[in-house]
T-cell receptor, first 111, second 116 residues
Framework: SQQGEEDPQALSIQEGENATMNCSYK?????LQWYRQNSGRGLVHLIL?????REKHSGRLRVTLDTSKKSSSLLITASRAADTASYFC???????????FGTGTRLTVIP | NAGVTQTPKFQVLKTGQSMTLQCAQD?????MYWYRQDPGMGLRLIYY???????DKGEVPNGYNVSRLNKREFSLRLESAAPSQTSVYFC???????????????FGDGTRLSIL
């Protein structure tokens, strides 16, 4: 399966700290996307990193991609209580026609 | 701007009953998708519609049917509900299917379905 796995499954930090979550996948990919899901809501797209990029920034988000290790990380700096959510990586395998989602990291930011 | 709207938000069914989940998007997107989300499983694709008039099976299509009613609307039907179909169902849309990996998908807030 192409499905990615996020690590850790759950993470709890204090407001103001940085949060890092990781995603590993199994096969070659074109690009990788990160999504956020607030409790009881749908997924919201955060950032897309292409397979030829190693790092990408968007506001307080920093995403890295290591295609040799088949892994990506999402760093949220200076976390806020509003960042409390589940975070998912999603990939499309080269030649595939489905977007596969990982199982998610549940982030809790304590005010 | 509503984005992707799903109805109903909650539903309880008895085993063997049928129902249709509705989804509509107002972003003029060509492609639409149905996923189910189960604890510890992530999202799994049930069916998708790359463009108006076409539908294709995803990863877990058994027990479901879909209809792409027009460009805006994509419905999911459970003909004979089973307890294994208890899940949260999400509809999503994107601009162009062939750019699947290069485009974000936009999600509705889900339908929480319980089958007793």
């Amino acid at each position: 399966s192409q499905q990615g796995e996020e690590d850790p499954q759950a993470l709890s930090i204090q407001e103001g700290e940085n949060a890092t979550m990781n995603c590993s996948y199994k096969t070659s990919i074109n690009n990788l996307q990160w999504y956020r899901q607030n409790s009881g809501r749908g997924l919201v797209h955060l950032i897309l990193i292409r397979s030829n990029e190693r790092e990408k920034h968007s506001g307080r988000l920093r995403v890295t991609l290591d295609t040799s290790k088949k892994s990506s990380s999402l760093l949220i700096t200076a976390s806020r209580a509003a960042d409390t959510a589940s975070y998912f990586c999603a990939t499309v395998a080269a030649g595939a026609n489905n977007l596969f989602f990982g199982t998610g990291t549940r982030l809790t930011v304590i005010p | 701007n509503a984005g992707v709207t799903q109805t109903p938000k909650f539903q309880v069914l008895k085993t063997g009953q049928s129902m249709t989940l509705q989804c509509a998007q107002d972003m003029n997107h060509n492609s639409m998708y149905w996923y189910r989300q189960d604890p510890g499983m992530g999202l799994r694709l049930i069916y998708y519609s790359a463009s108006e008039g076409t539908t294709d099976k995803g990863e877990v299509p058994n027990g479901y049917n879909v209809s792409r009613l027009n460009k805006r609307e994509f419905s999911l039907r459970l003909e004979s509900a089973a307890p294994s179909q208890t899940s949260v169902y999400f509809c999503a849309s994107s601009k162009i299917y062939r750019e699947l990996s290069n485009q974000p998908q936009h999600f509705g807030d889900g339908t929480r379905l319980s089958i007793l």
